[in-house]
């Protein structure tokens, strides 16, 4: 926290259009050709060329998007107009069409809003379609008519990039700098394909600042290790994970010119990160329970989380917490196959603040308490090993049939 500056996030986010200088719009295309007026194409644009910066997935089989945007933000100095992204078809898997699509729908951008700065872009939805790029086209430049600075357009926006989610994801935090209101929106997709490095997730953030895009970067990864790689639904990687960090500069604040001011936008980036990586986890597919998993008292900060993952990841563990069942020694199980010298005379487990396993002792007249924590929609479990100051924060949910029901087709 800023010891001058108080960041705060703000009640009722309206999306990109809390951000001063960009402008929004989200409309029906029928990108996945099932005859439905579902928002599935977005289109965002700066009032000037911004700095930006991305993180991308890590997964050998990556989207078309992705290496087109890689290729944009590759250019030392690079200005973009601000991005393009659709929902319905990921444009993965889809070989030399899927790169051709994917930089025409950057150019395709430029040509319809009139701006000559490269558009990034991003798709998210089915694996191996080619996309339909006369709906998408047509979608384009529909969008590009109707780009305003409103809240509708901008929450619309919001609702046109998600897929299997059931609620759209916004949030926006601010502070004051010299008598200037700063401020950093973001929006975000994500309900399933979450862990570990972000997921199929597509996360936009915009800020009114002015800031060079190697300062973007380091603050989106910083910001992206502690919440997006943090987050874990399913197990399984995506194709088309993208973050994206745009500033327009509109402020005319340069952050880099004074580090109370620097720190602050850093703490607001993560804080947007932060509350919308916990919005993805709790929109999980099927999902009816969000975890905060804390481990803690590891030898490194490595062992804790290689902790915190065997045991979010677990099915098992997931499956039990689906159940409101406090099975504390699925958790210890998976806990020890993680392999980093968890000694069990060490060992604690709490839910919440009560205690299960106490330097590997059974609290069992606890039960009644465990349950009733296990049988909220969110709760806290910590994992102390007592053995050192390793410590990792994931936030992981549980395991319905209504997920199996729900991904055995599509």
């Not at 989200?26 to 965002?44: F, M, P, S, T, Y």
């Amino acid at each position: 926290m800023s010891d001058t500056i108080t960041v705060k996030l703000i009640d009722n986010p309206g999306g990109i259009a809390d951000c001063p200088g960009f402008k929004t719009a989200g409309i029906a295309c029928d990108i996945r050709e099932n005859g439905k007026q579902q928002l599935d194409l977005a289109l965002v644009t700066a009032e000037s060329p911004c700095a930006a910066a991305g993180v991308f997935t890590l997964n050998d089989v990556c989207a078309a998007p992705v290496h087109v945007c890689k290729e944009i933000l590759s250019h030392s100095g690079v200005k973009v107009a601000g991005f393009v992204a659709n929902s319905g078809n990921a444009n993965a898997a889809t070989a030399e069409q899927g790169m051709v699509d994917a930089k025409e729908m950057s150019t395709n951008s430029q040509l319809e809003t009139g701006i000559g700065s490269p558009f990034l872009v991003c798709s998210t939805g089915r694996i191996g379609r080619v996309l339909p790029m006369g709906k998408i086209k047509a979608g384009i430049a529909a969008a590009a008519q109707r780009l305003n600075e409103s809240e509708e357009q901008s929450l619309n926006a919001a609702d046109a990039i998600l897929t299997s989610d059931t609620r759209r994801k916004v949030a926006t935090a601010q502070f004051v700098f010299n008598g200037k209101t700063i401020t950093v929106a973001g929006m975000a997709k994500g309900a399933g394909m979450i862990e570990p490095n972000m997921a199929t997730m597509l996360a936009f953030l915009t800020t009114d600042l002015e800031v060079e895009s190697s300062t973007l970067k380091d603050t989106l990864v910083r910001a992206c290790n502690k919440t997006f790689n943090r987050i874990s639904i399913d197990g399984d990687m995506s194709t088309n994970d993208t973050v994206l960090l745009l500033a327009n500069g509109k402020s005319g604040l340069v952050p880099n010119d004074h580090p109370e001011l620097l720190h602050a936008f850093r703490e607001a980036v993560f804080m947007v990160c932060d509350t919308l990586a916990e919005k993805i986890v709790g929109d999980g597919e099927k999902v009816t329970k969000l975890v905060e998993l804390v481990v803690e008292g590891c030898k490194t900060d490595k062992d804790a989380e290689k902790i915190a993952r065997s045991v979010g990841n677990s099915l098992l563990v997931k499956t039990s917490w689906y159940g409101s069942d406090p099975n504390w020694g699925r958790l210890a199980d998976a806990a020890g196959y993680a392999r980093v010298g968890l000694k069990e005379e060490c060992f604690d487990i709490h839910y919440d603040e009560v205690p299960a396993l106490i330097k590997g002792k059974p609290q069992d007249s606890k039960l009644s308490e465990w349950k009733t924590i296990v049988s909220k929609k969110r709760f806290r479990i910590t994992l102390n090993l007592n053995q050192g100051d390793g410590n990792f924060r994931l936030l992981t949910s549980d395991l319905s049939e209504a997920y199996v029901d729900f991904n055995k087709s599509e």
